[in-house]
């Protein structure tokens, strides 16, 4: 909720218009109090100290499977393995380990090779 919001609803003025409320009906937007302003930044204030940190589904872990003989890749912060954000960066990271080429659908950042494995010095 935005400190400066309705006094009724908390809708920011700039796209407020005419709103329903379910106690006070249909009203326009109207000023807060001061106490109100103060008692929302500091809700705010709480809130964004409180939260857990970002996370940016970059973590590797490793689910072992019941055998003991090997593991299989996840993402740690969302515990999934079907995490797309974390797939994106796990295959670059694989990428750069392993010396690939790094494979992307612009045309202009296409891995340079040539045809028979050698540049031409033909002049087309």
């Not at 919001?5 to 109207?30: K, R, T, V």
């Not at 045809?115 to 002049?123: C, E, K, R, T, V």
């Amino acid at each position: 909720m935005t400190p400066y919001g309705c006094l009724i609803c908390g809708e920011p003025h700039a796209n407020h218009g005419w709103q329903f409320d379910s106690e006070a009906g249909l009203h326009q937007w109207m000023r807060p109090t001061q106490k109100q302003i103060k008692q929302r930044m500091q809700a705010r204030r709480t809130a964004r100290l409180t939260t857990e940190p970002t996370k940016y589904h970059a973590t590797t872990g490793w689910a072992p499977d019941h055998t003991g003989e090997s593991a299989e890749p996840y993402c740690a912060d969302c515990k999934t393995d079907g995490c797309h954000r974390w797939a994106r960066i796990q295959t670059r990271l694989d990428q750069q380990r392993w010396g690939t080429p790094i494979r992307t659908k612009h045309p202009l950042h296409v891995p340079y090779s040539v045809w028979g494995g050698h540049a031409s010095d033909l002049p087309f």
